[in-house]
Protein backbone atom coordinates (compact mmCIF):
# COMPACT_ATOMS: atom_id res chain seq x y z
CA UNK A 1 0.00 0.00 0.00
CA UNK A 2 1.31 3.34 -0.86
CA UNK A 3 2.18 6.19 1.28
CA UNK A 4 -0.74 8.15 0.39
CA UNK A 5 -2.85 5.18 0.60
CA UNK A 6 -2.26 4.61 4.39
CA UNK A 7 -2.32 8.62 5.09
CA UNK A 8 -5.93 9.12 3.25
CA UNK A 9 -7.37 5.89 5.60
CA UNK A 10 -6.29 7.54 8.95
CA UNK A 11 -7.70 10.99 7.78
CA UNK A 12 -10.86 9.26 6.79
CA UNK A 13 -11.12 7.56 10.02
CA UNK A 14 -10.42 11.06 11.64
CA UNK A 15 -13.98 11.73 10.41
CA UNK A 16 -16.07 9.77 13.08
CA UNK A 17 -12.94 10.02 15.68
CA UNK A 18 -13.28 13.70 15.87
CA UNK A 19 -17.06 13.50 16.14
CA UNK A 20 -16.97 11.31 18.31
CA UNK A 21 -14.40 13.92 20.85
CA UNK A 22 -17.08 16.81 20.09
CA UNK A 23 -19.71 14.81 21.50
CA UNK A 24 -17.63 13.98 25.02
CA UNK A 25 -16.16 17.49 25.18
CA UNK A 26 -19.37 18.68 25.22
CA UNK A 27 -20.75 16.35 27.31
CA UNK A 28 -18.03 17.49 30.08
CA UNK A 29 -19.17 20.71 29.62
CA UNK A 30 -22.92 20.00 29.78
CA UNK A 31 -22.48 18.26 33.27
CA UNK A 32 -19.99 21.33 34.35
CA UNK A 33 -22.67 23.56 33.63
CA UNK A 34 -25.32 21.68 35.20
CA UNK A 35 -23.51 21.31 38.28
CA UNK A 36 -23.29 25.10 38.26
CA UNK A 37 -26.76 25.74 37.79
CA UNK A 38 -27.77 23.32 40.56
CA UNK A 39 -24.96 24.86 43.07
CA UNK A 40 -25.79 28.08 42.22
CA UNK A 41 -27.96 31.07 44.00
CA UNK A 42 -30.70 30.59 41.28
CA UNK A 43 -31.57 27.41 41.81
CA UNK A 44 -33.23 27.26 45.56
CA UNK A 45 -34.47 23.93 44.99
CA UNK A 46 -34.83 24.43 41.20
CA UNK A 47 -36.65 21.86 39.61
CA UNK A 48 -36.07 18.02 39.23
CA UNK A 49 -33.18 16.30 38.51
CA UNK A 50 -32.26 13.15 36.44
CA UNK A 51 -30.49 10.04 37.19
CA UNK A 52 -27.79 11.17 35.03
CA UNK A 53 -27.86 14.88 37.51
CA UNK A 54 -28.79 16.87 34.77
CA UNK A 55 -31.57 19.53 35.00
CA UNK A 56 -33.78 19.94 31.93
CA UNK A 57 -31.69 22.44 30.52
CA UNK A 58 -28.79 20.13 30.46
CA UNK A 59 -31.04 17.32 29.04
CA UNK A 60 -32.23 19.32 26.09
CA UNK A 61 -28.81 20.74 25.32
CA UNK A 62 -27.46 17.51 25.60
CA UNK A 63 -29.78 16.19 22.92
CA UNK A 64 -28.88 18.98 20.81
CA UNK A 65 -25.14 17.86 21.04
CA UNK A 66 -26.17 14.47 20.38
CA UNK A 67 -28.48 15.00 17.91
CA UNK A 68 -25.80 17.00 16.02
CA UNK A 69 -22.81 14.66 16.61
CA UNK A 70 -24.98 11.72 15.26
CA UNK A 71 -26.05 13.10 12.06
CA UNK A 72 -22.21 13.99 11.55
CA UNK A 73 -20.55 10.93 12.83
CA UNK A 74 -23.60 9.18 10.39
CA UNK A 75 -22.18 11.17 7.66
CA UNK A 76 -18.55 10.82 9.15
CA UNK A 77 -18.81 7.08 8.49
CA UNK A 78 -20.42 7.31 5.03
CA UNK A 79 -17.68 9.56 3.94
CA UNK A 80 -14.62 6.64 5.33
CA UNK A 81 -16.62 3.98 3.21
CA UNK A 82 -16.80 5.95 0.17
CA UNK A 83 -12.99 6.73 0.50
CA UNK A 84 -12.65 3.03 0.73
CA UNK A 85 -14.74 2.54 -2.28
CA UNK A 86 -12.63 5.19 -4.34
CA UNK A 87 -9.75 3.18 -3.56
CA UNK A 88 -11.11 0.64 -5.59
CA UNK A 89 -10.35 0.27 -9.28
CA UNK A 90 -13.68 -0.29 -10.21
CA UNK A 91 -16.70 1.36 -12.04
CA UNK A 92 -19.61 3.49 -9.88
CA UNK A 93 -16.44 6.33 -9.02
CA UNK A 94 -18.12 9.01 -10.37
CA UNK A 95 -21.37 8.12 -8.24
CA UNK A 96 -19.54 7.92 -5.30
CA UNK A 97 -17.78 11.33 -5.81
CA UNK A 98 -21.47 12.75 -6.69
CA UNK A 99 -22.89 11.06 -3.46
CA UNK A 100 -19.66 13.34 -1.49
CA UNK A 101 -20.88 15.90 -2.84
CA UNK A 102 -24.21 15.74 -1.67
CA UNK A 103 -23.12 14.34 1.91
CA UNK A 104 -20.89 17.80 2.59
CA UNK A 105 -24.36 19.57 3.28
CA UNK A 106 -25.15 17.44 6.59
CA UNK A 107 -21.32 18.10 7.27
CA UNK A 108 -21.60 21.98 6.99
CA UNK A 109 -25.00 22.49 8.53
CA UNK A 110 -23.59 20.61 11.35
CA UNK A 111 -20.46 22.66 12.05
CA UNK A 112 -22.50 25.77 11.64
CA UNK A 113 -25.04 24.40 14.41
CA UNK A 114 -22.63 23.71 16.63
CA UNK A 115 -20.80 26.96 15.77
CA UNK A 116 -23.65 29.71 15.46
CA UNK A 117 -25.55 28.06 18.62
CA UNK A 118 -23.07 27.66 21.21
CA UNK A 119 -24.21 25.81 24.92
CA UNK A 120 -24.47 29.60 25.86
CA UNK A 121 -26.50 30.83 23.59
CA UNK A 122 -29.18 28.10 23.72
CA UNK A 123 -28.54 28.01 27.57
CA UNK A 124 -29.82 31.79 27.36
CA UNK A 125 -33.51 30.95 26.13
CA UNK A 126 -33.82 29.02 29.60
CA UNK A 127 -33.02 32.19 31.23
CA UNK A 128 -30.57 30.28 33.30
CA UNK A 129 -27.43 33.15 34.15
CA UNK A 130 -25.89 29.85 36.63
CA UNK A 131 -25.54 27.00 33.54
CA UNK A 132 -24.78 29.66 31.57
CA UNK A 133 -21.92 30.84 34.11
CA UNK A 134 -20.40 26.86 34.58
CA UNK A 135 -20.07 26.79 30.77
CA UNK A 136 -16.37 25.85 30.14
CA UNK A 137 -14.65 28.53 28.16
CA UNK A 138 -13.36 26.58 25.87
CA UNK A 139 -16.24 24.74 24.92
CA UNK A 140 -17.42 26.96 22.06
CA UNK A 141 -13.94 25.77 19.95
CA UNK A 142 -15.40 21.87 20.11
CA UNK A 143 -17.24 23.15 17.10
CA UNK A 144 -13.76 23.44 15.33
CA UNK A 145 -13.72 19.17 15.93
CA UNK A 146 -16.26 18.95 13.71
CA UNK A 147 -15.02 21.53 10.81
CA UNK A 148 -11.53 19.61 11.59
CA UNK A 149 -13.21 15.93 10.99
CA UNK A 150 -14.95 17.78 7.62
CA UNK A 151 -11.27 18.93 6.12
CA UNK A 152 -9.44 15.77 7.01
CA UNK A 153 -12.25 13.53 5.62
CA UNK A 154 -12.03 15.83 2.50
CA UNK A 155 -8.43 15.73 2.25
CA UNK A 156 -8.43 11.60 2.59
CA UNK A 157 -11.32 11.41 -0.03
CA UNK A 158 -9.51 13.55 -2.44
CA UNK A 159 -5.84 10.95 -1.51
CA UNK A 160 -8.18 8.01 -2.42
CA UNK A 161 -9.67 9.10 -5.36
CA UNK A 162 -6.08 9.97 -7.14
CA UNK A 163 -5.13 6.25 -5.66
CA UNK A 164 -7.94 4.70 -6.89
CA UNK A 165 -7.42 6.40 -10.21
CA UNK A 166 -3.81 5.49 -10.07
CA UNK A 167 -4.00 1.97 -9.45
CA UNK A 168 -6.90 1.64 -12.27
CA UNK A 169 -4.61 3.26 -14.88
CA UNK A 170 -1.57 0.60 -13.55
CA UNK A 171 -3.85 -2.14 -13.99
CA UNK A 172 -5.28 -0.98 -17.88
CA UNK A 173 -1.45 -0.60 -18.58
CA UNK A 174 -0.17 -3.86 -17.78
CA UNK A 175 -3.38 -5.57 -19.06
CA UNK A 176 -2.69 -3.87 -22.01
CA UNK A 177 1.01 -3.47 -23.05
CA UNK A 178 1.71 -0.61 -25.84
CA UNK A 179 -1.72 0.89 -25.86
CA UNK A 180 -1.96 4.08 -24.91
Known sequence: MARSGRISLVLLALGPALTAAYAAAN????????????????WEGGGPVDADG?????VDTWQLIWWTALVVGVVAVAFAAIGVLLRRHRRGRALLLVLSGVLIVPY????LAAFLVPLHV???LYDAPDFVAGIPSWQPATAFLLLAAG???????SLAARSGRREARERR????????
Open 151 to 157: VAQAIGL
Open 173 to 180: DAAHPGEG
Open 27 to 42: RVAIEAATEAQINGPE
Open 122 to 124: FAG
Open 54 to 58: MTALG
Open 108 to 111: ALGF
